[in-house]
């Protein structure tokens, strides 16, 4: 049997004054230990909501019922303390713009540090030499510590954001989006580091994405979201091969294939919605 890490349980979110609204609808699924599960679904579909809820960092204007259990605990049940203990040495999560994680007034080297001190109590000494060794592993120059964020690109920025994710080793990453802003061969180079760093600590990943491209280069499984629904989830190898719901089908159909075969289609959003109401 596979070995799931998260299993959300009826996962409903909406505004509190309006419990009718629902954002994200009842929405149910397990995160396999170990694999890469990437969210799909257009704008506003509840993606970076439901990764939200997770790590109990959702606006205070929200709420929400349901079941979140990580690795059997009932996360719903946790005081704000223990979900500060559990946020990034258990999960992590890297945001899509890094720039509004990251403080524009600090050098990076202090941020990456003080991500690591949070949960450890080594000596200054140590956390300096963690850091820079936490630096290396994505690739940016030991010197760049004393570096601000905007003198950094975007990519070394993402890359110091996943520097400071991993400083803990979480068993579960969130990556919302982290490389939509980016060129696409800075994207693969971080999709690669980010795949790399999930094989060999065996953790678990949590991808959103708009692109079915990132989906087919890292995904092992995939959950398709539509309207703060769940419509469509399993294997990538049958999501991608033999969709059923409509909506991945028109999404796929809005991927270019290299060899031009496929004409690419606008999605039908009337007549999608209008199936959606009646099932
Ligand atoms: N604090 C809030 N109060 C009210 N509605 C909200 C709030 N935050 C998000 N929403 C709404 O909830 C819906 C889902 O938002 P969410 O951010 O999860 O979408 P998303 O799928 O991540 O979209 P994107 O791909 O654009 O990032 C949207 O309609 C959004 O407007
Ligand atoms: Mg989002």
Same mark, same amino acid.
């Given at each position: 049997m596979k070995k799931s890490l998260l299993n959300i349980n009826n996962l409903s979110i909406f505004p509190n004054n309006n419990s009718s609204l629902k954002l994200v609808d009842n929405i149910s699924f397990d995160l396999e230990k170990g694999k890469t599960t990437c969210i799909v679904g257009e704008s506003g579909s509840g993606k970076s909501l439901t990764a939200l809820s997770i790590i109990k960092l959702l606006s205070p204007q929200l709420s929400c019922e349901g079941e979140i259990h990580f690795n059997?605990?009932?996360?719903? *049940? !946790?005081?704000?303390?223990?979900?500060?203990?559990n946020r990034g040495k258990e999960v992590a999560m890297i945001f899509q713009e890094p720039m509004t994680s990251l403080n524009p007034v600090l050098t990076i080297g202090y941020q990456i540090q003080e991500a690591i001190s949070v949960h450890s109590s080594w000596t200054? #000494?140590? &956390?300096?030499? !963690?850091?820079?060794?936490?630096?290396?592993?994505?690739?940016?120059?030991s010197d760049?510590?004393?570096?601000?964020?905007?003198? *950094?690109?975007?990519?070394?920025?993402?890359?110091?954001?996943?520097?400071?994710?991993?400083?803990?080793?979480?068993?579960? *990453?969130? +990556?919302?989006?982290?490389?939509?802003?980016?060129?696409?061969?800075?994207? +693969?180079?971080?999709?690669?580091?980010?795949?790399?760093?999930k094989t060999k600590n065996n953790m678990t990943m949590l991808f959103i994405t708009h692109d079915f491209?990132?989906?087919?280069?890292?995904?092992?499984?995939? &959950?398709?979201?539509?309207?703060?629904? &769940?419509?469509?989830?399993?294997?990538? #190898?049958?999501?991608?091969?033999?969709?059923?719901?409509p909506y991945t089908k028109a999404l796929l159909n809005c991927v270019p294939d290299i060899e031009?075969?496929?004409?690419l289609k606008p999605i039908d959003y009337a007549k999608l919605n209008k199936m959606m109401m009646a099932s």
């Open positions: 059997g605990d009932n996360l719903q *049940l !946790y005081s704000d303390d223990q979900m500060r203990q200054k #000494k140590k &956390i300096e030499e !963690y850091a820079v060794e936490l630096l290396k592993m994505v690739s940016i120059d760049r510590v004393l570096s601000y964020p905007d003198e *950094l690109s975007g990519g070394q920025r993402q890359r110091v954001m996943i520097a400071m994710a991993m400083s803990c080793k979480p068993n579960l *990453l969130i +990556a919302d989006e982290p490389t939509t802003a980016l060129d696409v061969t800075v994207q +693969a180079q971080i999709l690669k580091l980010l795949d790399n760093l491209g990132v989906v087919h280069d890292i995904a092992d499984n995939v &959950i398709v979201m539509f309207k703060g629904k &769940i419509v469509e989830k399993g294997p990538v #190898k049958k999501i991608l091969s033999k969709p059923e719901h031009g075969k496929r004409k």
